[in-house]
């Protein structure tokens, strides 16, 4: 028999994910027959996991419409013990867990693939099998809106980000002439979670290169952003020939926080401290350290992409899969190869990005001396081979995003001048 939970009774969360991904994340199939979805995070009090059940339920009923057939299906479900258990805990449901349904009521919920959140361009699917598992990787494959340059430009992202958050970017690029190839990468966005799988920037590189052998693109520049920088030297490192240059933007990993005394915490505290996640924490996090203390209206589109994963149906797959990926991000360093990057590099950092991963679980002493991206960048292009190295002083993690007209004016500058450097 599998091993379970001794809180909870469950199974393990890994074994919680297996089997068919659209029949395990049929939440309403499994409320019908009484299955209360809310067993990962049972440990807490009874009532709260009955009030996020109603957040998912009010937040699907927005998704599912009100006609005949929709209502028949909600009224089934509440002649079945869950829906007795609500009533039973009604009483004692904070008023703190009632705004939060309202609130649902008023804010999208996407499905584990970013379902009923629109990109831009229209997506397509490169479905492959990796460590035994059928995977789809989500990408946009923008065509040139100008005379063609015959280049290609790979756009990768970031930890909280997705490939739509290049927006303004892909735009740019298409004006310019370049065809751009934006991927979701494997645990990210409308591409597959799988509840089992070895990260590591080594299998994302490989995944991102059969994306591009498959649409005959041999050769490319890479750009990659924050995570997608720690990826995009990783690819540089394992496949220089089909590299024409690479581009980093505010790219995490110029330092090892591992080695300058961030503890480790292992995948099930990622996990638990993940499930917390709310559109108020994202704004809080990325107003502090991706737009240097200001806000923009702008900017709550990408809030409301990555808070509705966590409103949705999978908030549990998705949250299994960023802790996973946090664990890779902080146990596997590219920080010590970067005399060995050799094609050209163009890094573009915001001074006033202070990103660290495990900032938060560091003694003060050990947190202050995190982030400083002023001086990180510079120690970093002093030790990539062949650098060019712009700083925008005002701007935070994301520039492309909080100054999309500087940035592309010093990305157009940077990849033209030095375009024959870098074939």
Not at 317 to 340: G, H, K, R
Request: proline share 6%; aromatic share 10%; net charge positive.
């Amino acid at each position: 028999m599998p091993p379970r939970s001794r809180k909870t009774g469950a199974p393990p969360i890994h074994r919680q994910f297996r089997g068919n991904a659209r029949r395990r994340w049929n939440w309403t199939r499994k409320f019908r027959e009484g299955q209360v979805v809310t067993r990962s995070v049972a440990q807490t009090d009874i009532c709260d996991a009955i009030a996020s059940l109603w957040v998912n339920l009010a937040a699907r009923h927005k998704i599912a419409g009100h006609n005949a057939q929709a209502l028949s299906r909600w009224i089934e479900p509440m002649r079945r013990p869950a829906f007795l258990l609500a009533l039973a805990c009604a009483a004692a449901v904070p008023i703190g867990a009632t705004s939060r349904i309202a609130a649902a009521d008023d804010e999208a919920a996407y499905g584990p693939q970013l379902q009923g959140f629109e990109y831009p361009w229209p997506v397509s699917h490169f479905s492959f099998t990796s460590q035994g598992e059928a995977l789809e990787m989500a990408y946009m494959d923008v065509p040139p809106a100008a005379a063609p340059t015959g280049r290609v430009v790979v756009l990768l992202h970031g930890k909280n980000f997705c490939a739509a958050t290049w927006q303004d970017t892909i735009a740019a690029l298409s004006g310019a002439g370049y065809r751009v190839i934006a991927p979701d990468q494997i645990g990210f966005c409308k591409s597959s979670k799988p509840a089992h799988y070895q990260y590591s920037f080594q299998q994302l590189a490989a995944n991102t290169r059969a994306l591009l052998t498959a649409l005959g693109i041999s050769r490319a520049t890479i750009a990659g952003h924050s995570t997608g920088g720690m990826l995009g030297m990783r690819y540089a490192l394992t496949y220089p020939e089909d590299v024409d240059e690479l581009v980093l933007v505010d790219p995490i990993g110029l330092e090892d926080w591992k080695a300058k005394g961030v503890p480790w915490q292992s995948v099930d505290a990622w996990y638990r401290q993940d499930l917390k996640t709310t559109a108020e924490s994202i704004r809080n996090y990325e107003r502090a350290t991706y737009y240097a203390g200001t806000w923009d209206a702008r900017y709550e589109r990408w809030v409301q992409m990555l808070a509705g994963l966590y409103r949705g149906p999978g908030r549990e797959i998705v949250a299994w899969n960023s802790a996973l990926i946090y664990d890779m991000i902080y146990t596997q360093p590219v920080f010590y190869e970067f005399e060995q990057i050799k094609v050209a590099v163009l890094l573009m950092v915001g001074d006033k990005d202070t990103t660290a991963i495990g900032k938060n679980l560091a003694p003060p002493a050990v947190a202050a001396t995190l982030g400083n991206y002023p001086v990180l960048a510079k120690a970093a292009a002093s030790r990539f081979p062949r650098a060019h190295l712009v700083e925008f002083p005002d701007l935070g993690h994301s520039p492309q995003i909080q100054a999309p007209e500087r940035f592309h004016a010093a990305l157009f500058d940077g990849i033209r001048s030095r375009a024959g450097e870098a074939r």
